[in-house]
C-alpha cells in the first residue's frame, strides 16, 4: 500500500523549534514535488511551503517564511520541515502531498497525501 506517513508533531511552547518528517513508503518520493499544508480548527488548508523533486525551487507562504525551512533527502525517501519560533497560531495538523506533474504546490493538484501530524504550540 502507498503511504506517506508524517512524524514529529507535538505540543512546544511558543518561539520552540519542530522538525516534521514525510517519509514515503512503497514509492519513490525523488520524482515528485512535495508540499507541507496544514489546516487550523475551524480554518481553511493553508498552503505553507513547497520544493521541487530536485530541491532546487523552494516556496513558502508569508506566514511562515523566515521562520520555517523545507527540505528533502530523495536518498532517504523523506521530506522535512523544520519549523522554527513557533506562534500559536502555528497549531495545526500538518499534511504533506505529492505533485508529480509541477513544480508547485497547488492543494487540488496534488495527488497523494499523508494523514497528517498535529502541532500544537502553547504555554
Known amino acids: 500500500q502507498l503511504q506517506l506517513v508524517e512524524s514529529g508533531g507535538g505540543l512546544v511552547q511558543p518561539g520552540g523549534s519542530l522538525r516534521l518528517s514525510c517519509a514515503a513508503s512503497?514509492?519513490?518520493?525523488?520524482?515528485?514535488?512535495i508540499g507541507w499544508f496544514r489546516q487550523a480548527p475551524g480554518k481553511e488548508r493553508e498552503a505553507i511551503s513547497c520544493i521541487s523533486s530536485t530541491g532546487h525551487i523552494i516556496s513558502y507562504a508569508d506566514s511562515v517564511k523566515g521562520r520555517f525551512t523545507i527540505s528533502r533527502d530523495n536518498a532517504k525517501n523523506t521530506a522535512y520541515l523544520q519549523m522554527n519560533s513557533l506562534k500559536p497560531d502555528d497549531t495545526a495538523v500538518y499534511y504533506c502531498a505529492t505533485n508529480p506533474w509541477g513544480n508547485n504546490c497547488p492543494a487540488g493538484g496534488m495527488n497523494f497525501w499523508g494523514k497528517g501530524t498535529l502541532v500544537t504550540v502553547s504555554s
Open positions: 512503497r514509492f519513490t518520493l525523488a520524482a515528485y514535488t
